[in-house]
């Protein structure tokens, strides 16, 4: 049903942008509530998750304190 979520950190992937941050969202709330596209009665609520979720991703991300690659 649906593709694997990427992972959207550095050093996996660098420039992550608001599109990949929503896409992962939209992947992960389609995986928990079964729904590849949700029916009009539930489409709002659908939206507002992906949303929801789409923020907490962004704040992850942004927070997330990551070791500094040693250098020779």
């Known amino acids: ?3 694997s979520i990427k992972t959207l ?3 996996f992937t660098s420039d992550v942008t608001d599109d990949d ?3 992962a969202a939209l992947q ?3 995986k928990v509530s079964g729904f590849r596209s949700p ?3 539930n489409a709002e609520v659908f939206e507002r998750a992906v949303d929801a979720v789409a923020a907490a991703t962004r704040n992850l ?3 997330l304190q990551l070791r500094q690659a040693s250098r020779s």
Do not use: G, H, I, T
């Open 21 to 23: 941050v929503r896409a």
């Open 61 to 63: 991300l942004d927070e």
């Open 1 to 3: 049903m649906c593709r």
């Open 9 to 11: 950190r550095e050093p």
């Open 28 to 30: 992960y709330v389609r």
């Open 39 to 41: 029916s009009a009665r």
